[in-house]
């Protein structure tokens, strides 16, 4: 089953706006990543949270997680053209590295 | 010099056919997996293999075997193809199999069952 969710499904903004996209997921979890898919290419990773983690910065990249609630949210900051993608979450609960993977958002990001 | 190569790119095919999709990553690592993404973008993992032994074998039908000759390749078989076999797979790599390695992908291949 379907271990990641994210919310929402598709989010269009201008170019400087702020992309806020959010994960639930149903088990605990070791680690948390996110991911960007260029259309036509493969997944790129853009950052790790931990489940003692709560918060995780990277460049524009904002991530909380919040283990109570099971979700964790991406916040991307002045949105430019290129962050146009489709942004996946992804979750590890085993003891062996299995990602389980969600269905992802496509943000949109209009010059 | 790309880090994870998977080949063909594209691979259109009739039903019944077989065909393979190879793999090889130049990044030192000791794990290997194959993804399959669907129409509506669901990733789903099939197969990880940890310097050539098979860690992760996912619910996925027998007419897929995967085959790793050696730590950096990990290639795809599927016999007997199907139209729901259509969709985009990708090989990734990593480190590692421990908990919290990220995962490097290949550009993926789009395979089309007519």
């Known amino acids: 089953s379907q271990q990641g969710e994210e919310d929402p499904q598709a989010l269009s903004i201008q170019e400087g706006e702020n992309a806020t996209m959010n994960c639930s997921y149903k088990?605990?979890?070791?680690?948390l990543q996110w991911y960007r898919q260029n259309s036509g290419r493969g997944l790129v990773h853009l950052i790790l949270?931990?489940?003692?983690?709560r918060e995780k910065h990277s460049g524009r990249l904002r991530v909380t997680l919040d283990t109570s609630k099971k979700s964790s949210s991406l916040l991307i900051t002045a949105s430019r053209a290129a962050d146009t993608a489709s942004y996946f979450c992804?979750?590890?609960?085993?003891?062996?590295?299995?990602?389980?993977f969600g269905q992802g958002t496509i943000l949109t990001v209009h010059p | 010099d790309t880090a994870v190569s998977q080949t063909p790119k594209y691979l259109v095919t009739q039903m019944g056919n077989d065909k393979s999709i190879k793999c090889e990553q130049n990044?030192?690592?000791?794990?290997m997996y194959w993804y399959k993404q669907d129409s509506k973008k669901f990733l789903k993992i099939m197969f990880s293999?940890?310097?050539?032994?098979?860690?992760i074998n996912e619910t996925v039908p027998n007419r897929f075997s995967p085959k790793s000759p050696d730590k950096a390749h990990l290639n795809l078989h599927i016999n007997s193809l199907e139209l729901g076999d259509s969709a985009v797979y990708f090989c990734?790599?990593?480190?590692?199999?421990?908990?919290?390695?990220?995962?490097?992908f290949g550009s993926g291949t789009q395979l089309s069952v007519l």
């Open positions: 990734a790599s990593s480190q590692s199999h421990r908990v919290g390695e990220k995962l490097f």
């Open positions: 088990t605990s979890i070791n680690n």
């Open positions: 949270i931990r489940s003692n983690e």
């Open positions: 992804a979750t590890d609960n085993t003891s062996y590295g299995k990602l389980t």
């Open positions: 990044l030192g690592h000791d794990t």
């Open positions: 293999y940890n310097n050539k032994e098979l860690i």
